[in-house]
């Protein structure tokens, strides 16, 4: 299982970005459960800011309310963030972050490779 990231770039403050993120996996059966985005600052801890749990209802980090939204499309298995009002302290690597089972296998966490955005003040 694999998650290919893009959309990432500089942008300046006040501006929108939108990331997107793709499941590939082509070993049959997939069954995509959670679906969010993490970020991870320079000198900051990985931090959850928006999660679409199968099922459930989004939850979105306070810092992101109202700015930032989450959607999936499970036609395509993938899994969007649209990015307004962008300010500087939103400049981080933005990874995907996928709950997935192989049928056999039992749910197992994935993870993109990071895409970086920038906020320029």
């Known amino acids: 299982v694999q998650l290919v990231e893009s959309g990432g770039g500089l942008v300046q403050s006040g501006g929108s970005l939108k990331l997107s993120c793709a499941v590939s996996?082509?070993?049959?059966?997939?069954?995509?459960?959670?679906m969010g985005w993490y970020r991870q600052a320079p000198g900051k801890q990985r931090e959850l800011i928006a999660v679409w749990p199968d099922g459930g209802k989004i939850q979105y980090a306070d810092s992101v309310k109202d700015r930032f939204t989450i959607w999936r499309d499970g036609a395509v298995k993938s899994v969007y963030l649209q990015m307004n009002s962008v300010k500087p302290e939103d400049t981080a690597v933005y990874y995907c972050?996928?709950?997935?089972?192989?049928?056999?296998?039992?749910?197992?966490?994935?993870w993109g490779q990071g895409t970086l955005v920038t906020v320029s003040s």
């Open positions: 972050n996928v709950v997935a089972a192989i049928p056999w296998r039992g749910r197992q966490t994935y």
């Open positions: 996996y082509s070993g049959g059966v997939l069954n995509i459960y959670d």
